[in-house]
């Protein structure tokens, strides 16, 4: 299932749904009077709920790092979809277990669903973290976990939730997400550490030698990666071809750096339609390595490259979280509640009035017309590039 269809399920069944459970949960709260006090965590299984987005989970890996330094002893199992497994792999350090929801269709979201949800029933929880705060979705794996306490978020409203979880955390879009998710680790008595190095995801020796191999191979010393893609959440992320491909002449021209495309396996054939030309004329020092690393490979490639150019996407998120030097270019969404805020990276974002509409509408209101990333030039990127050289 594409976004689209995911987003018109989760509203068609989800209120209703979520209406009906909250009142059973209302009704049960008042006859079984649980205890819904905080314990410390030690020994106890607590859950960690988000879906959708690499990014957000990216975002909230140093929390996991925190949450296990504070409670060694705690049984973490992450619930996320099957499409985050080598992302998952990268954390297991600081998880204990992950069951995943399958969602390329509806069938096999049903199917996987209901598996999660009895299997969270068997391993009685103490708390379930629910980091998805625009689905209905996840609020009934939730209540259905049984577990004791249920930490959720919300943007406007919690009433339809009352019954459904036990504590409430506002959303508050315009902090940074890390402090978002801080909020719910506090009440855990879990504080944040600041991730002033590289997030140690795990990355296996065969990634690395992998990595080093395409180096020696194609006779890679500094290289700069750019992502110009999006994910279907909302492709209107996406820059203008030929602004990155502006940019990538100026890279070739002004700098000694190896340009490398990257994406997913899924993108690679886009990568090569849109950049054949450049491709073609500058096989030397243009190179398509979209799909070609695994996620662990990538992370590992993006710690040594001399900078990363990308619109707002789950690589962007990667590259943070490894301390890569950036340039980011945003419109759909907001910087100041997603990016990173350092010295070695620059945002660019013309705030138009539709701006930001990702997560506050269902549909883009430009219709795919995206004149906030559009209204972002080369000149300005090229002069962010000449800013990061100079550093």
Same mark, same amino acid.
């Given at each position: 299932m594409n976004y689209r269809t995911k987003l018109f399920v989760d509203r068609i069944i989800g209120p209703?749904?979520?209406?009906?459970?909250?009142?059973?949960?209302?009704?049960?709260?008042?006859? /079984?009077?649980?205890?819904?006090?905080?314990?410390?965590?030690?020994?106890?299984?607590?859950?960690?709920?988000?879906?959708?987005?690499?990014?957000?989970?990216? %975002?909230?890996?140093?929390?996991?790092?925190?949450?296990?330094?504070? &409670?060694?002893?705690?049984?973490? =199992?992450?619930?996320?979809? @099957?499409?985050?497994?080598?992302?998952?792999?990268?954390?297991?350090?600081?998880?204990?277990?992950?069951?995943?929801?399958?969602?390329? !269709?509806?069938?096999?979201?049903?199917?996987? =669903?209901?598996?999660?949800?009895?299997?969270?029933?068997?391993?009685?929880?103490?708390?379930?973290?629910?980091?998805?705060? &625009?689905?209905?979705?996840?609020?009934?794996?939730?209540?259905? @976990?049984?577990?004791?306490?249920?930490?959720?978020? &919300?943007?406007?409203?919690?009433?339809?939730?009352?019954?459904?979880?036990?504590?409430?955390?506002?959303?508050?879009?315009?902090?940074?997400?890390?402090?978002?998710?801080?909020?719910?680790?506090?009440?855990?008595?879990?504080?944040?550490?600041?991730?002033?190095?590289?997030?140690?995801?795990?990355?296996?020796?065969?990634?690395?030698?992998?990595?080093?191999?395409?180096?020696?191979?194609?006779?890679?010393?500094?290289?700069?990666?750019?992502?110009?893609?999006?994910?279907?959440?909302?492709?209107?992320?996406?820059?203008?071809?030929?602004?990155?491909?502006?940019?990538?002449?100026?890279?070739?021209?002004?700098?000694?750096?190896?340009?490398?495309?990257?994406? !997913?396996?899924?993108?690679?054939?886009?990568?090569?339609?849109?950049?054949?030309?450049?491709?073609?004329?500058?096989?030397?020092?243009?190179?398509?390595?979209?799909?070609?690393?695994?996620?662990?490979?990538?992370?590992?490639?993006?710690?040594?490259?001399?900078?990363?150019?990308?619109?707002?996407?789950?690589?962007?998120?990667?590259?943070?979280?490894?301390?890569?030097?950036?340039?980011?270019?945003?419109?759909?969404?907001?910087?100041?509640? /997603?990016? /990173?805020?350092? +010295?070695?990276?620059?945002? /660019?974002?013309? %705030?138009?009035?539709?701006?930001?509409?990702?997560?506050?509408?269902?549909?883009?209101?430009?219709?795919?017309?995206?004149?906030?990333?559009?209204?972002?030039? !080369?000149?300005?990127?090229?002069? +962010?590039?000449?800013?990061?050289?100079?550093?």
């Amino acid at each position: 299932m594409n976004y689209r269809t995911k987003l018109f399920v989760d509203r068609i069944i989800g209120p209703p749904v979520s209406l009906l459970f909250n009142m059973i949960a209302l009704a049960a709260g008042a006859v /079984l009077r649980r205890d819904h006090s905080f314990r410390p965590l030690d020994g106890k299984r607590v859950v960690v709920c988000k879906i959708v987005g690499m990014g957000s989970i990216v %975002e909230v890996a140093p929390h996991l790092l925190s949450l296990k330094k504070k &409670y060694p002893k705690a049984i973490v =199992t992450f619930v996320t979809s @099957s499409s985050n497994k080598e992302l998952m792999q990268m954390l297991s350090e600081y998880i204990d277990e992950v069951l995943y929801v399958n969602d390329s !269709s509806f069938l096999k979201l049903a199917l996987s =669903t209901a598996d999660t949800i009895v299997k969270l029933m068997l391993r009685n929880a103490d708390t379930f973290i629910n980091l998805e705060v &625009y689905s209905y979705f996840t609020t009934f794996i939730s209540i259905l @976990s049984l577990s004791r306490n249920r930490y959720s978020y &919300y943007r406007k409203s919690a009433a339809f939730r009352n019954g459904i979880d036990t504590h409430h955390i506002y959303f508050n879009t315009k902090r940074p997400l890390q402090e978002v998710y801080a909020q719910v680790m506090l009440l855990l008595q879990v504080e944040a550490i600041e991730q002033t190095s590289k997030f140690p995801f795990l990355i296996a020796d065969e990634d690395k030698q992998k990595v080093n191999e395409f180096f020696r191979n194609n006779n890679v010393e500094r290289f700069v990666i750019i992502n110009s893609n999006a994910s279907d959440l909302m492709p209107e992320r996406k820059w203008l071809v030929e602004n990155w491909l502006t940019t990538i002449e100026y890279l070739l021209k002004e700098t000694p750096f190896t340009v490398l495309l990257s994406g !997913s396996s899924a993108e690679k054939a886009g990568v090569e339609e849109q950049f054949s030309e450049v491709l073609y004329k500058h096989a030397d020092r243009v190179k398509n390595v979209a799909g070609d690393f695994g996620l662990a490979a990538y992370t590992f490639l993006l710690r040594h490259a001399e900078f990363m150019i990308s619109n707002d996407s789950g690589p962007l998120h990667l590259a943070f979280s490894q301390k890569t030097k950036c340039i980011s270019l945003w419109g759909p969404t907001d910087p100041a509640h /997603l990016a /990173l805020k350092s +010295k070695n990276n620059y945002e /660019l974002y013309k %705030e138009v009035y539709c701006s930001p509409c990702l997560h506050h509408a269902d549909k883009p209101p430009c219709k795919g017309n995206n004149i906030c990333m559009k209204n972002i030039t !080369s000149a300005e990127v090229i002069e +962010k590039i000449q800013l990061l050289q100079n550093s």
